[in-house]
């Protein structure tokens, strides 16, 4: 390869690496669909919702900057119990 074919591939290289990281950021900000089994319904997972869940979170003395998603089932339980006694909560 000569030095013009390495500056290229390394540009590129670079460039997927950044799109890489902006997607995952960029895309923890888009809605979406969380199915609450205990309730049987549906939440929108949105701005409103992320602040429910740093309220329960810092209430509840739990980590409010780690991903609903990834908690274990028995804190998710919990998080939906708290959540459907507070505030209006959207069903989609």
């Known amino acids: 390869m000569n ?3 390495r500056f290229f591939s390394s540009l590129f ?7 890489s990281i902006l997607g995952t950021a ?3 900000h888009h809605p979406y ?8 319904d549906y939440h929108v997972w949105n701005d409103e919702e992320v602040v429910y ?3 329960w979170a810092r209430e509840n003395h739990r980590d409010e900057t ?3 998603r990834k908690l274990r ?3 998710q339980k ?5 959540r459907h006694a507070h505030g209006d909560h959207d069903h989609h």
């Open 33 to 40: 669909r969380v199915y609450d089994p205990y309730y049987s």
């Open 73 to 75: 089932p028995e804190e």
């Open 26 to 28: 960029c895309a923890e």
């Open 66 to 68: 780690r991903d609903f």
């Open 78 to 82: 919990e998080y939906w119990n708290w």
């Open 13 to 19: 290289l670079a460039g997927a690496m950044a799109f």
């Open 3 to 5: 030095r013009k074919s």
């Open 53 to 55: 869940y740093h309220q």
